[in-house]
């Protein structure tokens, strides 16, 4: 069974920094491109950041420069860092495993940002 749980979220003051988590079992994790995505209220999911299995990074043009992604293969773990934070930032973040055909989520962290 895939499972692809998210932590770190919360509320932070604007400018303030959070690391979201995202642990993965149930899959040969090395093998996959991991992404974070986010959702705000009434908006659709977007992409925010991916890593390849080779470690090739992108980001969507609102983050860059402010988040990193990163892996650590060893503890099957995707990490989020977020710096600079906006209200603008405050979403649903979620966790996306792919390769191929398979495509898989993890059940989202709610970051606010706000004073």
């Known amino acids: 069974q895939v499972q692809l749980v998210e932590s770190g979220g919360g509320l932070v003051q604007p400018g303030g920094s959070l690391r979201l988590s995202c642990a993965a079992s149930g899959i040969t994790f090395s093998l996959y491109t991991m992404g974070w995505y986010r959702q705000a209220p009434g908006k659709q999911r977007e992409l925010v950041a991916g890593?390849?299995?080779?470690?090739?990074?992108n980001y969507a043009d609102s983050v860059k420069g402010r988040f990193t992604i990163s892996r650590d293969n060893a503890k099957n773990t995707v990490y989020l860092k977020m710096n600079s934070l906006k209200p603008e930032d405050t979403a649903v973040y979620y966790c996306?495993?792919?390769?191929?055909?398979?495509?898989?989520w993890g059940q989202g962290t709610q970051v606010t940002v706000s004073s």
């Open positions: 996306n495993a792919h390769i191929l055909s398979l495509n898989y």
């Open positions: 890593i390849t299995n080779g470690g090739s990074t």
